[in-house]
């Protein structure tokens, strides 16, 4: 089994900075797609970007490109989310989660494994 738990999550103004870390256990990464996803209140999850195994290849959505950079250090087992140049409509909790598969992922079925979440507030 794979858990994962999500931090790095705060109040931040428009235009500030954070970064998101998501620590694993119960087992290695090292061979995992992974990715980034957010959900806002009374709307869908959706995704927001994505890492192969190695880290060799990224995918983001439109709505991030150029502020969000997604990573991963799989000797510490852990993948980072920074967030640039933050907007309001950032607001959302942020979900990391993982799959066996190596390939990139976009898709919420996709993925088997998902951690709790980390609220992200940015005001206006």
């Known amino acids: 089994q794979v858990l994962l738990v999500e931090s790095g999550g705060r109040l931040e103004q428009a235009g500030g900075s954070l970064r998101l870390s998501c620590a694993a256990s119960?087992?290695?990464?090292?061979?995992?797609?992974m990715g980034w996803f957010r959900q806002a209140p009374g709307k869908a999850r959706e995704f927001v970007a994505a890492?192969?195994?190695?880290?060799?290849?990224?995918y983001y959505a439109d709505s991030v490109k150029g502020r969000f950079a997604i990573s991963r250090d799989n000797a510490k087992n852990t993948v980072y989310l920074q967030m640039n140049s933050l907007k309001p409509e950032d607001t959302a909790v942020y979900y990391c989660?993982?799959?066996?598969?190596?390939?990139?992922?976009?898709?919420?079925?996709?993925?088997?494994?998902w951690g709790q979440g980390t609220q992200v507030t940015v005001s206006s």
């Open positions: 890492i192969n195994w190695n880290g060799d290849s990224t």
């Open positions: 989660a993982a799959d066996p598969a190596s390939g990139l992922r976009v898709e919420v079925p996709e993925y088997d494994y």
């Open positions: 119960g087992s290695s990464l090292s061979s995992y797609a």
